[in-house]
């Protein structure tokens, strides 16, 4: 707060002054007391803290306003702004006020009081600030105090004595020059603004802001800790020698200020740290934390901030044990700072990679996990730095400002340091700003490490959820699937949801969803196990309910903890009819393209998969081409607090609505069910439209053991072919049909074979014995007469392959359709 003194045209002289400062809450009650307030007014902290204020502030009144007064020298002289303080206490006034009273006390002498009243608008229980100085103190200082004499850093101490409303005073320039050292954030703009309106207001200037706080330099206090030690130990030794303790001299009263100085710097450093350790580390996220712990420091602690990490940190990598040397390649990540937009973008652009040399404090405080403090960045040093930069001149931007580099390390392993630096025209970095700034990296490294490990392991476990979760084709004979997964919740993004289709015997495909209970990478790798354990018994044609119940005793045989839900179906597209058997899961929800009416199928529950000694069984249900099957997980359907029939009859809802294609139909379901919020779980949904196939492309025969009948099959499958207008299949087609009739004939025991061509999307040829042995691929050599015929059908097909039935087994290939 900054005035004048002395009748015009006297120049004002600033100064230093005890101020009182009182808070009263909206109760009228005194919320604070500070230490001028009790020398000013007598009662100690404890005894006015709770009580009415005014019976703390025995006022009498503004004095008169003399007309046309502009400064004072005398009562007469002296203007009083707006009503009495008694006014704005019991809260009459809503605006600011200021003025002279007198204050009357028992046994004191009477004191002309010089007060200033602010109501408080905010969510606190503060409603009013006052600020009183000893009117008397004042005009007698006036001629004594010099700019000189104001500590740096005590804003509620910087005042004038006097008043004046004159703006062209000498000190203008110099006390707008001074307000940014007191706050660091005020422009050099700012604070011209608010010395301009003091002086043309004649009363204090009070601001308030949610982000900038008034700094208490330690400097000014922290020095007088040697007098203070001497003077007890001058004391301890006269007490021990029974002499008098020596006389304090008459201004020792200002160890108070002293104490009370150190006490609310050690507090306010206290606090920074506080506050920016609720600042940083709200997010697990290694880039929101690194802007986090940049924007913490700027611009209460420092003016400039920039980040460096390594660049394997970045990566997500590992890293060489022991400290990094001169070929460290360190990652600039973030830089704040206060000066105008863009000054640094150009020349220390973030984003940019590169290595320190070992003269440099960069490389000693990366090297030694410690602090490095430069008071004052010499022009030598400047010059150092800048040679790092090639063509680029930072010395503009670093030359004579304080420096601190702090390492950020975790583990006792260096992750990165930040580079601070203050303007020229604030106090340098000291040594309580050293310890401060290692506090502040040490616990931003830990944070930031916290970040790292965080995603990394996401990347491992997202990594083996992706490569776990199959790539579903989209198109299977007579059917076509769309499918969607959806992690859960950043503390639970991977899971053991899983779906799959596999192409079974016959056209037909199976189609799975499974649910592991539980979250994280164990979740995830039992849903692996299982996956695979599904593929590998589907790919035998068991039955959907035997299928089950293997893998239920696979489950128990792993161990006690694998306890998951599963639906497996068999869809026949020749047949149209799903086959199905659940393990504990929700039901899936059909959709009827008759009619677009949508139902969940009511199927036997059965256990969980792992539960163990529970059957299972299997329903069929006839299909009609183009109903859909909808199968999904519980996370889908499930909110905490919400019966999951609710989610159940939104997917039977929204599984009915028309939509142009399978994955817009998925998106509405997700649309659907995900805006209820409260979804932890990852969600695995799959879709399938059941075409079917239709008589006109399937071709059967069935073909009696002989050899006589191999080329009599040639010549039916070269004839349907024809007639499918498939001619140039019908060379490799006839070729492969006859290796796979021969060997039947030859090889199995069977007393009959059906032979079966499909077209869909793919031309299929089956060839089905009642022999369960399954032939196998031979290395034939050149001299030997049999072991070609499956050779010749690998190197011709686009798939091919061989399972068990029921009955006995299936041989069977593919060859790709011409396109049109």
Known sequence: ?????????????????????????????????????????????????????????????????????????????????????????????????????????????????????????????????????????????????????????????????????????????????????????????????????????????????LHDRVPVTADWGVPRRAERKARREEAARAAAAGLPAPRRAPDDGASDDADDLEYAAVREHLEFLNEVSGRIGSSLDLSRTIVEVSRAVVPRFTDVAGTYLREQVVAGEGFPEGPPDATTLWHRVALEHTDEPGRWDDVVPVGESMPFPAHTPFFQCMTSGQPVLVPRITEEMGNAIASQFEKRDIRPLITDRSMLVVPLKARNVVLGFMILLRHRERPVFNDMDRVTGAELAARAGLVLDNARMYTYQESVAETLQDSMLPHIEPHMPGCDIATRYLPGTLLGRVGGDWFDSIKLPGSRTALVVGDVMGHGLNSAAMMGQLRTAVQTMAALDLPPAQLLRNLDDLAQRLGEHYLATCLYAVY???????????????????????????????????????????????????????????????????????????????????????????????????????????????????????????????????????????????????????????????????????????????????????????????????????????????????????????RVVSALAREWGTSRTGSGKTVWFELALPRA
């Open 1 to 209: 707060m900054h005035s004048g003194t002395g009748t015009a045209p006297q120049s004002p002289v600033p100064g230093r002054v005890p101020l009182a400062v009182v808070v009263v809450d909206e109760s009228g009650l005194v919320s604070h007391w500070s230490t001028g307030a009790r020398r000013l007014f007598g009662p100690a902290r404890e005894d006015a803290v709770g009580h009415p204020a005014t019976d703390l502030l025995p006022v009498s009144g503004a004095l008169p306003e003399a007309p046309n007064a502009r400064s004072y020298g005398d009562e007469s002289a002296y203007h009083g702004l707006g009503p009495d303080l008694e006014s704005s206490l019991d809260g009459r006034a809503s605006y600011p006020a200021a003025g002279r009273a007198r204050l009357e006390a028992p046994r004191r002498q009477r004191i002309d009081v010089l007060w200033w009243a602010y109501p408080l608008v905010g969510p606190g229980p503060e409603k009013l600030l006052v600020l009183a100085a000893d009117a008397g103190r004042l005009h007698a200082d006036a001629g004594r105090l010099h700019a000189d004499d104001v500590p740096d850093g005590h804003p509620l101490e910087r005042i004038a004595p006097g008043f004046a409303l004159h703006t062209d005073f000498p000190g203008a320039d110099e006390l707008a020059r001074g307000l940014p050292a007191i706050l660091p954030s005020m422009s050099v703009g700012e604070s011209a603004r608010i010395v301009s309106q003091v002086l043309e207001l004649g009363y204090p200037v009070l601001e308030f802001s």
């Open 572 to 790: 026949d597209p020749i047949a149209n009819e799903l086959e199905l058997a659940n393990a504990g899961h929700i039901p899936p929800v059909l959709v009827r393209a008759a009619d677009g009416r949508s139902e969940l199928l009511e199927l036997p529950t059965g256990a969980p998969i792992g539960v163990g000694g529970v059957p299972f069984e299997s329903v069929r249900v006839p299909m009609a081409p183009g109903d859909r099957l909808v199968m999904c997980t519980d996370g889908l359907v499930e909110v905490r607090g919400e019966d999951i029939g609710v989610g159940l009859a939104t997917l039977c809802e929204s599984a009915a609505h028309p939509a142009a294609s399978m994955d817009a139909a998925c998106d509405t379901i997700i649309r659907s069910l995900n805006t209820r919020g409260g979804r932890k779980d990852d969600v695995a949904l799959l879709m399938a439209r059941l075409n079917g196939i239709a008589p006109e492309d399937v071709a059967h025969w069935s073909v009696t053991p002989e050899p006589a009948e191999v080329s009599r099959t040639r010549a039916l499958v070269r004839d349907r072919l024809t007639a499918w207008g498939l001619g140039a299949l019908t060379a490799p087609a006839e070729l492969m049909v006859g290796e796979l009739v021969t060997n039947t004939v030859r090889h199995a025991r069977t007393r009959s074979v059906e032979v079966r061509l499909v077209r869909s999307g793919t031309l299929v040829c089956e060839v089905e014995d009642d022999d369960q042995r399954l032939p196998t691929l031979l290395n034939a050599g050149p001299g030997d007469e049999f072991g070609r015929g499956l």
